[in-house]
């Protein structure tokens, strides 16, 4: 299995809705046509920012046709297949497989803590029953259990396809455990870093690139981090890195930041709704005052 192309910079994009809550078509195009244009390396949909868990089923699935046709080959594909439910997590891969994307995020059931064996069990039956290659999802703040390294080695080790692992830990250290331990038995094992501020510092350790938000409004700073890295320009990409610490603080102003996102996409020139799902509210004018001061003090604004 060729997995050359699960590498560099994979912004996890917001789905476009209007205030009904119902998918943005126009608005979506827009937002994948500016992203291939940015020069992003591929685009992973119904991610965590991609408010996959406050949709209904048949919304999925629509948006991960739309996606997946409109995109047309011209960057790698990621779908989140993600469920508490493991034969719905089942249900959602099968029908990326008929659409024929290149990689699955997957996250550990949520909710219901779970003994490591169940956790296992999850990932395992789920890889094993679709064709497209599966990545692991480790977001502990959010599923409120971690990924240890050695469960992720047992997986790596057990199931052909299980490729890699998106990892949205906030240290360093987890990123160079996973190398240190589960590259040795899985020279090829992918490794994305969740959290922006870490992209550089997985990069310097080994890993493929990262799934940084900031992306869709700030390609240049990502995606110029990855670029100067392939080309030893080390100089620009300690500058570059220096910008994307001042940008992290976005996430500061709002949980989820689902309308953070969108409003800065909006803000940095390309007009598109900023309506979330419910529960969540768009952003509200003083935060969006106050993002926009973020934007400019780093530069993208």
């Known amino acids: 299995m060729n997995l050359e192309k699960f590498r560099g910079v994979f912004p996890p994009v917001p789905t476009i809705v209007d205030g009904e809550g119902r998918l943005d ?23 965590s920012g991609g408010e996959f868990s406050h949709m209904p089923k048949e919304m999925r699935f629509e948006v991960a046709e739309f996606v997946v046709a409109h995109t ?21 891969g099968r029908h990326a497989d008929k659409l024929g994307v290149d990689g699955l995020l997957l996250v550990n059931p949520y909710y ?24 692991l999802y480790n977001f ?64 310097i350790l080994g890993a493929n690139g990262g799934i ?19 080309a030893k320009d080390y100089d620009t990409m300690f500058a570059l890195q220096r910008r994307l610490a001042r940008l992290s603080q976005v996430y500061d102003l709002e949980s989820p930041f689902f309308g953070v996102i969108k409003q800065a996409i909006r803000l940095t020139g390309l007009d598109i709704s900023t309506e979330v799902m419910a529960p969540v509210q768009p952003l509200s004018a003083e935060k969006t005052r106050k993002l926009a001061a973020i934007l400019k003090a780093a530069d993208v604004l």
């Open 72 to 92: 047309a080959g011209r960057v790698p594909v990621l779908i989140g297949i993600s469920s508490p439910s493991t034969a719905e997590a089942i249900e959602y």
């Open 212 to 230: 940084p938000a900031t992306c869709n409004f700030a390609a240049s700073v990502t995606c110029g981090i990855y670029k100067a890295f392939v």
């Open 25 to 47: 078509k126009a608005g979506m195009a827009a937002l994948i046509d500016k992203l291939v244009a940015d020069g992003v390396n591929g685009m992973l949909f119904l991610g």
């Open 140 to 203: 502990p703040a959010l599923t409120k259990q971690n990924l240890d390294i050695e469960l992720v080695a047992r997986l790596a080790n057990d199931v052909p396809n299980i490729i890699g692992i998106k990892d949205t830990v906030d240290n360093a250290s987890h990123l160079r455990e996973l190398i240190n331990v589960v590259r040795p038995a899985r020279p090829d094992f992918v490794i994305f870093a969740g959290f922006d501020e870490y992209m550089m510092d997985a990069l």
């Open 112 to 135: 219901a803590l779970l003994a490591r064996d169940y956790i296992y069990n999850h990932f395992r039956t789920v890889a094993e029953a679709v064709k497209t290659p599966v990545l």
